[in-house]
């Protein structure tokens, strides 16, 4: 089947470089792209739930955080119309959902 695809021309001169530097046609890279895409096992978009005595056990080497620390670093990179879920929950220890 036929097919149009448009790229920018950043993304041709990308294609164009790497079709150069492999030895092979545009056309090859696209459609090894596009099969290397589609023969990935689907995922879905969610993140998974990782157990928290897993998530303590891969971060168990790192120091412990310092809650104003954290929380100065979070105001100053933070959208005031955004709500940073983490951090009004530390606010409310011992509620769970």
Do not use: C, K, W
């Not at 995922?43 to 080497?61: H, I, K, N, Q, Y």
């Amino acid at each position: 089947m036929a097919m149009t695809l448009r790229l920018s021309e950043e993304q041709t001169d990308a294609l164009r470089r790497r079709a150069e530097a492999e030895h092979t046609s545009m056309q090859q890279i696209a459609l090894a792209a596009i099969d290397n895409y589609i023969n990935q096992p689907a995922e879905p978009s969610r993140r998974r739930a990782v157990p928290v005595d897993e998530l303590f056990a891969m971060f168990s080497e790192l120091p412990p955080m310092d809650l104003d620390r954290f929380r100065a670093d979070q105001d100053e990179h933070i959208d005031g119309s955004a709500h940073f879920d983490a951090y009004l929950r530390a606010a409310q220890p011992g509620e769970t959902e």
